[in-house]
């Protein structure tokens, strides 16, 4: 019994201090990532209404004390996905190339304790299978929705 309270003691400090998983915002962190790359943003945009908060992978602070706590890529998520057989539940992840940058602007290689700020960029996306169980939707509504009016006028087709 000792050895089991002592755990339960320990194991709140431990989990708070292991890297892991970590959520974003979509609009504030995933958007603005796809705005630099077009065919991509339209991509992802005009085809997937966004489920669940996206997963990228959380910089320890014992990484980095600077980035401690920041997210980086890849990001997965859970999306509708509206194609030509009608809308289908997949896994939608923005696959992205990470730079870790100092404070003289220059690339870090190795140690990210020199790291000061983070360029990312997204290089491809990826579809998978939804999970066992996948909502279509959850509590709070999607995170973001097409806007097929926007999407179809991009497209040169008219919105019905």
């Known amino acids: 019994m000792k050895k089991a309270f002592f755990l339960l003691l320990f194991f709140p400090a431990v989990s708070f201090a292991l890297d892991g998983t970590g959520s974003v915002d979509f609009d504030s962190a995933i ?19 966004i489920v669940g908060d996206p997963m990228g992978t959380r910089i320890g602070d014992v990484q980095s004390k600077a980035l401690g706590g920041d997210r980086v890529g890849p990001y997965s998520m859970w999306a509708n996905w509206h194609g030509n057989s009608g809308v289908k539940p997949v896994i939608l992840t923005i696959n992205t190339r990470t730079n870790f940058i100092d404070a003289h602007g220059k690339k870090v290689r190795g140690d990210l304790q020199k790291a000061v700020r983070i360029e990312e960029y997204v290089e491809s996306v990826t579809i998978e299978p939804p999970d066992k169980d996948q909502p279509q939707s959850v509590p709070g509504g999607l995170k973001h929705s097409i806007d097929a009016q926007a999407c179809s006028v991009k497209t040169g087709q008219r919105s019905k």
Not at 33 to 38: A, E, G, M, V
Request: hydrophobic share 45%; aromatic share 6%.
């Open 31 to 49: 958007v603005p990532l796809l705005n630099r790359n077009t065919v991509l943003k339209d991509l992802v945009l005009c085809n997937f209404d």
